[in-house]
């Protein structure tokens, strides 16, 4: 079941990224910002991130979902298709909300000007982004009616992409695949369970619950469906899940 | 209390504060989120915005779930807090039976510390209990001890009940100087028995709020039951006080000016004047407990300004506040008229490093009517300047070690009622660890 699961979701994610079209032309690092942001990064991130910015911190090593390594510019929340790197407004998003269900919080308290810097300094991690740059972002059509028959659509979708292998039948993340499920870099990592506030790791809001199915968490088995279905399929899936939270 | 006894409490007290450690420097917190100090601190005990939204969200970091917080950090949540050092002191016009002196001491201080026990227990459970004391007389009391429910359907709604900090414009408990209270906060009319003091811990309950997720506008509104008397009324509240506070933040687009904070604060209270009074074989009248009438008003009405310049992971921070108060002329003794007086204080910090804060302020409060018209218009004026450093030597995620340093001087006028010749002045002086875990 597992390999299963994983074929379906290297595939789904392979063709998935080839139809989106891959990497952008690399941005210019605006190094000045970098330098501002590196003040800001060592009060408040690097006790989790790690003075060389690789998820290493002193504490990393107590979280379950331990804190991202940003020298691979592997990154979960995006509106770039799968595998992509992720704009500069993803990592703004994700500095100001933070990362739900694990220990990454809102720093909107640091104000746009320092989140743009720290942005710049997130980026200064890694040579990725000095070869290649985002592409552009995906388009989320406008939501359709969230009723009764979108969430039993919602509910077949859920059936057919076999989310259930991971996230389990009623989307408590207990799937039989929970066990064997690991990160890119090696790591244990649970499936969301869709009936936990924060269940959604780039935030609750339908769009946003949109954005992740079909772009893929990215150094997660979370693949993205961009390929194999369609946007009111998406959205009936987004219904479903949402309609999972007790 | 007399006039004269209270400037030489004022002043007595003042060569003493810093011997008791501070509470609110909780690195239990720092060890249950994994972040070092500086993270919820500009520099610690001082809170920054992150570390105050995590305190009035009752010790959890986000609205959302703290669960992945529970289940990743395994940690008793109790810290201690203390402080070492050297200390120097010179007071003038102190009496003595051969008349005023100047006296002079120094040496290394009798450390105490604060035992504190901080903690969320769910999303919607908070609760802070800080045992101060164990110095050299053994003594401890609870400095607060209170329970807290957040989020009753909404941020803008919290519970606290207990023995509480009031929501000051700066907290006394997170202040950087080891030897200066804010001497606004202690202040009364001379002569005056209000026993209110808005830097004293609370006996009462709270309300609170703020906005969800960011800085921006944020409330508390408080009852106390004493007011700080020490002879209950006849009242069920015995001298009940309401305390509201409200302050609006803004963070502006500009590099230079980062972060900005206006907020208004208000204290009024009703204490007894008269009490049935008890006189002991060979001793002086004193006050009965439970039976104190003829409730007078005391009140106290203020504002403040905080600027932030520079980045605010390196913070220049502006701080002014200043207030108008007045005690009703029944609680004054030998008055004819009520007590007026302004004061607050103007306060620069800078962390220029991570590691390293330096400090400067001034204090002062002013008479602008003697309850006692019969009194030299400045008497128990009060004045300080108060500057140091700290310096970070260590810090991690569960406990720092700074070294601090702190010279203070404190002048208060026209102690002439003391049979004193002019006004006291005190200088004090510390250098030693200040050391939280």
């Known amino acids: 079941m597992t390999l299963r699961l994983l074929a379906l979701c290297s595939l789904v994610a392979s063709s998935a990224f080839a139809d989106e079209g891959g990497a952008g032309p690399p941005q210019p690092l605006d190094s000045a910002a970098a330098a501002r942001g590196r003040r800001d990064y060592e009060r408040y991130c690097v006790w989790c991130h790690g003075e060389r910015g690789d998820g290493r911190g002193k504490s990393a090593r107590h979280f379950d979902t331990l804190p991202r390594d940003f020298t691979s510019a592997t990154y979960k929340c995006r509106t770039t298709a799968s595998g992509a790197l992720p704009t500069d407004e993803d990592l703004r998003h994700t500095i100001l909300h933070g990362v739900h269900g694990t220990g990454m919080p809102s720093w909107v308290v640091l104000g746009s000007l320092q989140v743009a810097d720290l942005v710049q300094t997130l980026k200064a991690f890694s040579p990725r982004w000095r070869s290649e740059g985002p592409p552009p972002p995906i388009v989320v059509p406008a939501e359709t009616p969230d009723t009764r028959e979108s969430i039993e659509r919602g509910q077949a979708v859920y059936a057919r992409m076999q989310c259930a292998t991971c996230h389990g039948e009623s989307g408590h993340g207990d799937g039989p695949a929970l066990a064997s499920l690991r990160d890119d870099f090696g790591n244990p990592i649970r499936a969301a369970d869709f009936s936990q506030r924060g269940a959604f790791r780039c935030g609750d809001e339908p769009a946003r619950v949109y954005t992740t199915f079909m772009t893929g968490l990215n150094g997660t088995p979370m693949p993205s469906f961009a390929a194999v279905i369609s946007a009111g399929e998406a ?12 | 209390m007399s006039p004269a006894i209270r400037a030489a409490a004022a002043v007595a007290a003042l060569a003493v504060v810093f011997t008791a450690g501070r509470a609110d420097a909780i690195p239990a917190f720092a060890r249950r989120t994994g972040m070092g100090c500086p993270a919820c601190h500009d520099a610690w005990p001082r809170l920054n915005d992150f570390g105050e939204l995590y305190r009035d969200r009752g010790y959890r970091v986000d609205s959302i779930s703290d669960e992945a917080w529970y289940r990743a950090l395994t940690n008793v949540p109790v810290s201690v807090r203390t402080s070492v050092g050297y200390q120097y002191q010179n007071l003038t016009n102190q009496a003595t039976d051969q008349g005023a002196v100047t006296t002079t001491s120094g040496g290394f201080i009798f450390p105490a510390a604060d035992l504190l026990f901080g903690t969320a227990f769910s999303d919607h459970v908070s609760a802070l209990v800080v045992a101060s004391g164990f110095g050299r007389d053994g003594t401890v009391a609870l400095e607060s001890a209170w329970g807290r429910i957040n989020d009753i359907y909404t941020p803008w709604l919290n519970v606290r009940v207990g023995k509480l900090e009031l929501d000051l414009p700066m907290s006394e408990h997170r202040t950087y ?7 606004v906060y202690h202040y009364h009319s001379p002569g005056s028995s209000n026993g209110f003091s808005l830097g004293d811990n609370q006996l009462g309950a709270e309300v609170s709020g703020h906005c969800p997720n960011h800085v921006g506008f944020r409330y508390a509104l408080a009852v106390s039951s004493d007011g700080g008397s020490p002879t209950a009324s006849q009242w069920a509240f015995s001298a009940p006080t309401i305390y509201g506070h409200v302050t609006q933040t803004v963070l ?23 009490f049935k009074t008890l006189t002991p074989m060979g001793g002086a009248p004193a006050p009965v407990a439970g039976t104190g009438f003829q409730h007078r008003l005391v009140f106290q009405t203020g504002g403040e300004l905080h600027a932030t310049f520079g980045p605010l992971a390196r913070p220049l921070m502006l701080s002014v506040v200043w207030l108008y108060g007045e005690d009703d002329k029944d609680l004054i003794a030998n008055s004819a008229q009520n007590g007026k007086y302004h004061g607050g204080f103007v306060e620069l910090a800078y962390t220029p490093l991570l590691a390293l804060t330096a400090f400067f302020r001034y204090d002062g409060v002013y008479a602008l009517q003697q309850g006692d018209p019969t009194q030299p218009p400045a008497t128990g004026d009060q004045t300080a300047f108060t500057a140091g450093v700290r310096y970070a030597i260590w810090q991690a995620a569960w406990g720092s070690l700074m070294g601090h340093a702190e010279v203070s001087t404190t002048n208060t006028e026209n102690a002439a009622t003391l049979a004193m010749p002019a006004a006291v002045r005190g200088t004090l002086a510390f250098a030693g660890f200040d050391f939280a875990l």
Do not use: E, I
Not at chain 2, 177 to 183: E, F, K, S
Not at chain 2, 252 to 274: E, H, K
């Open chain 1, 235 to 246: 959205w009936d899936l987004v219904h479903f899940v949402r309609s999972l939270r007790k």
């Open chain 2, 177 to 183: 100087t080891l030897t200066q209270p804010y001497l």
């Open chain 2, 252 to 274: 502006p687009r500009s590099r230079l000016l980062s972060r900005v904070r206006v907020g208004f604060f208000f204290d009024v209270g009703w204490t007894p004047s008269q």
